[in-house]
């Protein structure tokens, strides 16, 4: 996580440490049932404000990615890898990848071109 806090990013740090661990449960880092550090060891360990990581963490349990046990810590819900999973590709098919099969087809690439393409990167896989 040391390399995910950029100080300098124009990205506030709560959203850093938000981004993080959802990326940490989407990569099988984290999986459910998994403790979080407080926000104080996130204090602690990357001199922040505590308010700072608790709201990285209000944001997660809003979206349902981790819970509060009292007295204990946060953890990872069962469901988070399924909400980011259908997050993710929600995003990706409308951000990334349309728009990405949009500039192919203006540079010239046919439909068919394009399924060549991605089929060849598929095998490649």
């Known amino acids: 996580m040391a390399d995910a806090l950029d100080f300098d990013s124009k990205t506030p740090i709560y959203m850093q440490i938000d981004t993080d661990i959802r990326k940490r449960i989407l990569a099988g ?3 459910a049932g998994d403790q979080l550090m407080s926000t104080t060891q996130y204090a602690t360990t990357y001199r922040i404000n505590p308010a700072t990581a608790n709201k990285a963490f209000n944001q997660l349990a809003a979206d349902g990615i ?7 810590g946060m953890f990872v819900t069962d469901e988070a ?3 980011l999973r ?3 590709r929600e995003s990706y098919r409308g951000d990334r990848l349309a728009p990405t099969i ?3 087809l203006d540079l010239g690439y046919t439909p068919d ?3 060549g393409i991605v089929n060849d990167i598929l095998e490649d896989q």
């Open 102 to 104: 949009y500039e192919g």
């Open 29 to 31: 880092e984290l999986s």
């Open 86 to 88: 259908g997050e993710g």
């Open 113 to 115: 071109e394009i399924r």
């Open 66 to 72: 981790i819970y509060k046990q009292r007295g204990i």
């Open 81 to 83: 890898a399924v909400i």
